[in-house]
């Protein structure tokens, strides 16, 4: 019998025994697309779900714009204006600084020439931002050129270096500019990643600094951000503002390696700059940095780091001699001495700040000007552009000519219209920022690039040229007058002058006494004549140029603050507010005003307005505190005391107060742990000693209270509340 195999299935093949699985038998090409398949999930997968999760943060509203400009509307026309959350991607929040007010349309009209400004304290203005040399440029050139209609916007901001210029140039691309002008080098050192800042890490790598600046742009970015606590403190952990004395431990050497690096990227930032204005088909002008030479001494020196025992011995023995003899007015013995000094350790600021004083007494001004630029560039705490930032903005114009670029070499002109070519009080109030006159100078400085740089669009009308204003037109146009000038110095003396690390400065006491007699007399002659007088000059300068929110700002300021004329006030305020309807600042004077009228409701709406716009603002807080205070709303009062504290660590009334609304709720403990959480920000502050003594003395630790009470006394001795506490608790005699 035959046996016949049986039919296998349909589509069924037998395996050879020992053969490799179908699976093992694919082509290489086809291996290759699983593998190039599973590395692109692997890789695809994490990016679709950031990507996923950046618009899901978007869409619930989450973060700040990081953008320059945020939209605003005035009188129907779509516009742009100071984005003041702008700083907060370079700063924690509580440290942000700000751009001056600013607003633009959004669509440029065709007649239009608009100048974006970039830099930072010293372009923004500082100490007083309406005298900034941006609105002298204007001023200058609306006369020069009566035929276009020129738009200058300062987009500058205390603190920052051209990391964030850079950035500020990106943004100001977009927004149709027809030429940028560069002010910008003297916080390289201590701005943002620099080797002598407080403000970030202090990185090296460029590609890195601006990878994590990028970052912070995103979403995705800020949440990382919050979540590592960069909403919080700077690198030393400062929990407030503290101005250039928040750097006094971070002092860099003149040899030391890492300023190689701050040039290399000073000048990265400034060829970007360049280069985006080019794609742009924008010309672009770089300035030189004007520095205070003669009248600022260093504010920190370090002698060279391998001085032996046996050298400095040497060292300090011939400045020893130096100084008696310059007190003596022996100048040339002080010389003598100073360069022996200086043969064994040249590198000391102080000492070369010294020798170029005694050269200038002897009229050997060549001799002191070298000395005093040394000084600059060896000052430790550098504030202040050095010899190597200049050249490389001249290398940099000069690289980069033939693509549109052209420079402003302010650092020359300052030496040129200054005596003996010693740059000094004449051109600045401190070390950087600009006197009436220096901003002047560095406008005409800029003025004389564009002229030989009008875009090609307004050439036709910029043929017909009229008269350049004189400094003293411009003063009037821009309402520089006898109160704005005592309120410069007086922002100069209190806000600058009379805070590290300027008080450690040579000669510093002397400078006090001269300014404050000054700032007196000055006060003095503001009699109400005066500021009648004043006024009527605000409201001619006004009727001429009544869209100019800065004149009638400062016009309202004097009326409230020195006149009292509080309705008047108000008027210029409000209409102020309509000019920046996306600022916070208008809130805050118009809830000033209404604070001093009494109307706190009206105060208290408009703080709120103000929080929406900047919700960091500390003082904003302690004023709705105060408000609620006096309305009897404890509770309320309480609750934005303690988020003044959080914002605002160092508002010392903030802590009176709440001491004060705690003792009366007779919530002693907690008010005595408030008055001693304000003594950690401001120990010198005789009021905070005093109620706590009060404290004290309640509580029955009385000697505890005696001492706080004493400590009070000494700080202010002259204060009338200080003086009726301490004759209650002491006795009479203790104050006579």
């Keep these: 019998m035959s046996h016949k195999p049986r039919r296998k299935a349909a589509g069924h093949r037998p395996e050879a025994v020992g053969t490799l699985p179908a699976s093992r038998l694919q082509p290489p090409a086809s291996r290759l697309r699983v593998w190039l ?28 714009n990081p953008h320059v400009a945020v939209k605003c509307e005035i009188d129907g026309r779509s516009c742009l204006g100071e984005n003041v959350k702008f700083g907060w991607r370079f700063f924690p929040p509580i440290l942000a600084r700000e751009f001056e007010p600013f607003v633009f349309s959004a669509h440029k009209p065709e007649e239009v020439c608009r100048i974006f400004v970039l830099g930072s304290s010293a372009a923004q203005g500082a100490p007083n931002n309406a005298f900034r040399f941006g609105r002298v440029l204007e001023s200058l050139l609306e006369e020069r050129f009566p ?60 590609r890195l600094i601006r990878l994590g600046i990028a970052l912070k742009a995103t979403k995705l970015g800020q949440l ?115 360069l022996r000094a200086a043969q064994i350790d ?63 070499d302010v650092a020359r002109a300052v030496d040129a219209n200054s005596p003996h070519s010693l740059p000094g009080e004449e051109l600045f109030h401190e070390h950087v920022h600009l006197t009436f006159g220096g901003n002047y100078l560095l406008a005409r400085t800029v003025l004389e690039q564009i002229e030989q740089t009008i875009p090609a669009k307004f050439a036709s009308r910029a043929e017909v040229r009229g008269g350049i204003r004189t400094c003293e037109q411009c003063a009037e146009r821009l309402g520089y007058n006898d109160w704005s000038r005592q309120e410069t110095l007086s922002m100069v003396v209190n806000g600058f002058l009379a805070k590290p690390p300027f008080t450690n400065q040579l000669g510093h006491r002397e400078q006090m006494e001269r300014l404050n007699r000054q700032l007196q007399e000055w006060q003095a002659a503001l009699t109400p004549e005066v500021l009648a007088g004043i006024g009527e000059r605000y409201r001619t300068e006004i009727a001429e140029v009544p869209a100019d929110w800065r004149l009638r700002w400062d016009y309202g300021q004097m009326l409230a603050e020195d006149l009292k004329q509080y309705d008047a006030a ?54 709705l505190g105060w408000c609620h205070n006096r309305q009897g709303r404890a509770d309320l009062a309480e609750e934005f005391f303690r988020k003044a504290i959080r914002f605002e660590p160092d508002c010392v009334l903030a802590y009176l107060d709440w001491a004060e609304l705690l003792f009366k709720s007779n919530r002693l403990q907690e008010a005595e742990k408030v008055c001693r959480d304000g003594l950690a ?56």
């Design 147 to 206: 035929s276009v209609r020129f738009e200058v916007i300062t987009a500058a901001m205390a603190a920052i270096n051209s990391h964030v210029v850079l950035e500020i140039a990106r943004d100001c691309a977009r927004y149709d500019p027809d030429l940028f002008i560069v002010y910008t080098g003297n916080n390289e050192v201590v701005g943002p990643y620099g080797p002598g800042t407080v403000l970030t890490p202090a990185l090296s790598n460029l």
């Design 37 to 64: 398949f599973r590395i692109a999930a692997l890789l695809l997968g994490p990016v679709l779900f950031l990507g996923l999760l950046e618009v899901g943060l978007r869409v619930a509203g989450y973060g700040y």
């Design 224 to 338: 990382l951000s919050n979540m590592l606590g960069g909403r919080g403190l700077g690198k030393e952990g400062f929990q407030s503002w503290r101005g250039m004395g928040m750097f006094l431990n971070e002092q860099v050497r003149a040899d030391d390696p890492r300023l190689k690096t701050t040039y290399s990227h000073f000048r990265r930032n400034l060829e970007e700059i360049c280069r985006i204005a080019e794609n742009r088909g924008v010309p672009t002008i770089l300035c030189t940095i004007g520095t205070n030479l003669r009248d600022c001494p260093p504010f920190a020196s370090l002698h060279r780091a391998d001085l032996t025992a046996e050298q400095r011995k040497a060292w300090d023995a011939a400045c020893k001699e130096g100084m008696i003899a310059e007190t003596q007015e022996k100048h040339a013995e002080a010389i003598a001495s100073y």
């Design 346 to 408: 040249e590198s000391y600021a102080e000492l070369q700040f010294r020798l170029g004083a005694c050269c200038e007494l002897t009229d050997d001004y060549e001799k002191a000007a070298t000395a005093y630029v040394r000084a600059r560039d060896f000052d430790t705490l550098r504030f202040r552009a050095d010899t190597q930032i200049n050249d490389v903005i001249r290398a940099v114009a000069e690289q980069r000519k033939s693509q549109g670029v052209r420079l402003a």
């Design 570 to 623: 108000l008027e210029q305020y409000r209409i102020v507010q309509g000019l920046l309807p996306h600022c916070y600042l208008p809130h805050d004077s118009l809830a000033s005003v209404l604070r001093a009228k009494g109307d706190l409701e009206g105060a208290i709406a408009e703080y709120h307005k103000l929080l929406a716009i900047k919700p960091t603002s500390g003082v904003s807080y302690y004023y």
């Design 681 to 736: 920000f401001a120990p010198n502050h005789a009021m905070l000693h005093g109620n706590l003594g009060i404290l004290l003395v309640k509580t029955n630790r009385r000697q505890e209270g005696i001492a706080e009470i004493r400590r009070a006394f000494e700080l202010d001795p002259t204060s009338p509340q200080v003086r009726r506490l301490a004759e209650s608790i002491l006795g009479p005699a203790a104050v006579r």
